[in-house]
């Protein structure tokens, strides 16, 4: 034996953003169900929390675009696909410094263009440094479009009138205005030179499957060019992020992870952020969903396995994990004598996101270290300081905060929450004090509604 480790290339992990009702579900759904039907027996296309378009789907996707795209050679095993689009889910993929997603699929409605979800999406992607494409999607709603189901768009666009054809263009071109103000350059996909430079706009319809080939062979072949050293992995501990923590009948308190690099097995001893500290347990059993025809003859939705290997999604059950946080990093301890090293690497990490400053700011609270490192990200976009930033429900101790600041910095002393509740023994306090609080379970709308505020404040003040 040489003693070198085995390395593989992983799956890339993809995420789906853009404005609510843009299409990004009715995307998942569709490229799900195409997963499910183009699969060979026996391959798993199902993960927890995301899905897989195996290999030999993409290739058998990738072959009448062949002609177009003569070099698409299908290398990685496929795509993991997390199954809950949107802002929220997304921030929970944290990883120091950046994100576990690889890449990301913006969806925009052709016709109603870029929204505000649109642009907080591309601010988001930008400063984790996402690489991403844009889906336009609903061409089957443009006027005149005659659809195709299964040619490629390359083909279907020769069949369309000129009409609906220069309609396309124009609401194209509109996306590459729209994006070239958010500091890209983007082309529709086919006319793109150097894809290092310039985003593809894949014009799909998510309804009727058009473009969809297209898109996922892009994905793929993007991935594969300009990832291959982040894609790369081995027989290494796991590193993972906590996507969600949840009760589950008969296992208690799970933890759902997306294992991005190395292997997971059962009996590894772990680290995930707790709400009192990093909490360390051993995996007491994986579970993956249970394949959908073995549904009717066995009980459960999970099926035990020994071990997953980078990418997987996969649910945790082990003992306390009633405080883990959403949005956690999830590190394998390699040995005994590491485990004070990755508790300190664990609580390093959270230290950044749960903070106490000195100097006057707002209060931030929310559900997860994913949505609160969001918002502390939003503020800074505004230059609006922070002063106190934490998971968890407001409490009392929060007003107070709040009520200090807003004696000397009154546009500050509020509180914005996100997805927590407000604790009774505050609500007493914030009405004696006076002090704003803006709760709102939209990321977005949470911002907007203490930005409004805060202008207002300052007209006032003038
Ligand atoms: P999300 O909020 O972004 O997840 O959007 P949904 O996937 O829920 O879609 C919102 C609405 O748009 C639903 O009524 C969908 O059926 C519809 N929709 C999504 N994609 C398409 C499409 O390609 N064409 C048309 N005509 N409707 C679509």
């Keep these: 034996m040489s003693g070198e480790k085995k390395t593989w290339m992983r799956q890339p992990i993809i995420v789906v953003l853009g404005h609510v009702d843009h299409g ?3 995307l998942l759904d569709k490229i799900r169900g195409t997963a499910v039907a183009r699969k060979e027996p026996g391959e798993i296309t199902q993960h927890v929390g995301a899905s897989v378009v195996p290999a030999s789907v993409l290739k058998k996707l990738a072959e009448p675009l062949r002609k177009y795209f003569p070099k698409l050679v299908i290398e990685i095993p496929g795509l993991l696909f997390i199954d809950t689009p949107g802002h929220e889910l997304f921030s929970n993929l944290r990883k120091r410094g950046g994100s576990v997603a ?7 409605d052709i016709i109603e263009g870029f929204q505000p979800q649109t642009v907080e999406a591309i601010n988001i992607l930008k400063e984790k440094k996402v690489p991403f494409v844009v889906a336009a999607n609903k061409i089957d709603r443009i006027e005149g479009w005659k659809p195709h189901a299964d040619t490629p768009f390359l ?10 054809l220069s309609l396309l263009e124009e609401k194209i071109y509109g996306l590459v205005g729209k994006l070239y103000e958010h500091g890209f350059e983007a082309e529709r996909f086919d006319r793109v030179r150097d894809f290092r430079r310039t985003v ?4 799909i319809s998510a309804k009727t499957g058009e473009g969809i080939p297209e898109l996922l062979a892009l994905i793929a072949g993007l991935s594969q060019q300009f990832m291959k050293k982040r894609l790369v992995t081995s027989e290494e ?5 906590v996507l969600e923590v949840k009760e589950e009948p008969g296992l208690g308190t799970t933890i759902d992870v997306i294992i991005y690099d190395g292997v997971l097995r059962r009996n590894d001893v772990f680290v995930v952020a707790g709400r009192n500290g990093p909490i360390v347990t051993r995996v007491r ?5 249970r394949p959908l025809q073995d549904m009717r003859m066995h009980e459960g939705r999970f099926i035990n396995v020994d071990l997953v290997t980078a990418a997987t999604g996969v649910k945790v059950a082990a003992p306390g994990l009633e405080d883990a946080l959403a949005g956690s990093p999830f590190y394998v301890v390699p040995s005994d004598d590491k485990v004070e090293e990755y508790k300190r690497i664990t609580q390093e990490e959270v230290s950044q996101i749960r ?9 931030l609270k929310a559900d997860t270290l994913g949505t609160l490192e969001a918002l502390i990200e939003a503020m800074r976009r505004e230059n609006i300081p922070v002063k106190l930033a934490d998971v968890g ?3 009392r101790n929060d007003v107070i905060e709040a009520s200090v600041v807003k004696k000397s910095k009154p546009e500050y002393g509020v509180i914005l929450s996100f997805n927590v509740k407000v604790l009774p023994e505050a609500e007493e306090l914030i009405a004696k004090e006076g002090i704003p609080v803006f709760k709102h379970n939209v990321i977005y709308q949470l911002l907007e509604e203490y930005f409004k505020w805060y202008r207002e404040f300052k007209e006032q003040e003038k």
């Design 355 to 363: 903070f106490r400053a000195e100097s006057d700011g707002v209060v």
């Design 200 to 203: 593809a706009i894949v014009p």
């Design 102 to 108: 690889d890449m990301a699929i913006l969806v925009v």
């Design 24 to 26: 990004k579900t009715t």
């Design 237 to 241: 501990p796991a590193k993972g992020v």
């Design 285 to 289: 059993s994986l579970l993956m969903p």
């Design 393 to 395: 429900h407001v409490t």
């Design 155 to 164: 083909e279907s666009i020769r069949d369309q009138s000129p009409r609906t």
